[in-house]
């Protein structure tokens, strides 16, 4: 038995290894490799009935289709790792808020590092710093 690649089959997998260049997920690269696979085993199959580029189009479209389904997949579940490997935020973050002479509001963040406090400007306070300390640096 001979199989035949058709000029539509040659087009049909151009197309899918265009849409496949670059693809930085998991769901279209498996999109591109299903859409690929597809396309050839829809050309095999259909060049059986007389229909191969309609085999090769259908095939390609249903295997992208699949493929996009499974990476999709993939994806969720590297991105549920990274957010469970990413450390949680430090409680060692203290927010003074100070009150502007016009009514308004400025948080001051102050890390604690030991028994000193730093604030955003890289001073450092052997105490948590009032509202009263912060306002010369921070308000106005």
């Given amino acids: 038995m001979r199989y035949v690649i058709s000029i539509p089959l040659l087009i049909a997998c151009s197309v899918?290894?265009?849409?496949?260049?670059?693809?930085?997920?998991?769901?279209?690269?498996?999109?591109?490799?299903?859409?690929?696979?597809?396309?050839?085993?829809?050309?095999?199959?259909?060049?059986?009935?007389?229909?191969?580029?309609?085999?090769?189009?259908?095939g390609g479209a249903v295997g992208a289709g699949g493929g996009y389904i499974l990476g999709n997949e993939k994806d969720k579940k590297q991105q549920q790792q990274a957010q469970t490997n990413q450390p949680a935020q430090s409680t060692d973050v203290v927010t003074v808020n100070i009150t502007n002479s016009n009514g308004s509001v400025t948080p001051v963040k102050l890390t604690r590092s030991g028994t000193n406090y730093i604030g955003p400007k890289g001073e450092v306070y052997d105490h948590l710093p009032t509202e009263a300390e912060l306002k010369p640096v921070y308000g106005f």
Avoid: N, P, R, Y
Wanted: hydrophobic letters at 45%.
């Fill in 16 to 58: 899918v290894l265009a849409f496949s260049i670059g693809c930085e997920s998991e769901a279209g690269k498996d999109a591109a490799i299903g859409g690929a696979l597809g396309a050839g085993v829809g050309a095999i199959v259909g060049h059986q009935s007389g229909h191969t580029t309609e085999g090769a189009l259908i």
